[in-house]
């Protein structure tokens, strides 16, 4: 079983949908990221969270520590958002670039 | 544009041949990591350099290594290649190392493509 499962594994939605990617994660952690690689393949991060709850623009990113699990949400999803969508954790006291990946969440949005 | 440069972007080579993968990290990022995308395996944490120094290590094959120089890029060497070290490597940079304490979030570069033949 991966350390880190994300899920769904792919998803379509048309424009304006509410998006939800959930990330589940077995280990001790002291932070999560939530990265975005477009289909160029360069890759962004868009959150790093160690409890609660973080906003930039559209996008939402949630963590419950004690549940071990993290949710992205899309809000009013656009064409531009389809991407892969990768749910990362740092082990608790690892060094902060040594992540354990999940396997991505690819996200189409149709207009 | 994070301010992480990868050169070169794409590289095509032989089995058996060695080439060598370069990273400047943004202005002021003394961490440079780096990372392996394959088809089969996702991506994978391979080192860390905090400030010239080895920091953290992970899957990374012993016929791979890398330094830091002074000036803070690094360098990622992949000698004896086979065609399943074919991937796309990134490397990543932040202010400074962490050791679990959360000191903010790491910039990636676009990737260096390698394809081995």
């Known amino acids: 079983k991966n350390e880190v499962e994300q899920s769904p594994q792919n998803l379509t939605a048309q424009e304006g949908e509410f998006i939800t990617i959930n990330c589940s994660y077995s280990v001790g952690i002291s932070a999560l990221h939530w990265l975005q690689q477009h289909p160029g393949g360069g890759i962004v991060s868009l959150f790093m969270l160690s409890s609660g709850k973080k906003k930039h623009g559209r996008l939402i990113a949630t963590i419950n520590i004690q549940e071990k699990h993290s949710s992205l949400h899309i809000t009013a999803s656009h064409p531009r958002d389809s991407a892969v969508y990768i749910c990362a954790v740092n082990n608790y006291g690892g060094s902060q670039g040594n992540l354990i990946f999940g396997k991505g969440t690819k996200l189409s949005v149709k207009p | 544009d994070s301010g992480v440069t990868q050169t070169p972007k794409h590289l095509i080579t032989a089995t058996g041949q060695r080439v060598t993968l370069r990273c400047s990290p943004r202005?002021?990022?003394?961490?440079v990591y780096w990372y392996q995308q394959s088809l089969d395996q996702g991506l994978q944490f391979l080192i860390q350099?905090?400030?010239?120094?080895e920091r953290a290590k992970g899957n990374i094959l012993e016929r791979f290594s890398a330094q830091q120089f002074p000036d803070l890029h690094s360098e990622l060497n992949l000698s004896s290649l086979e065609l399943g070290d074919s991937a796309l490597y990134f490397c990543a940079s932040s202010v400074t190392w962490g050791g679990g304490v959360n000191t903010g979030e790491l910039f990636f570069g676009e990737g260096s493509r390698l394809t081995v033949l």
């Open positions: 202005s002021g990022d003394l961490s």
């Open positions: 350099y905090y400030n010239g120094e």
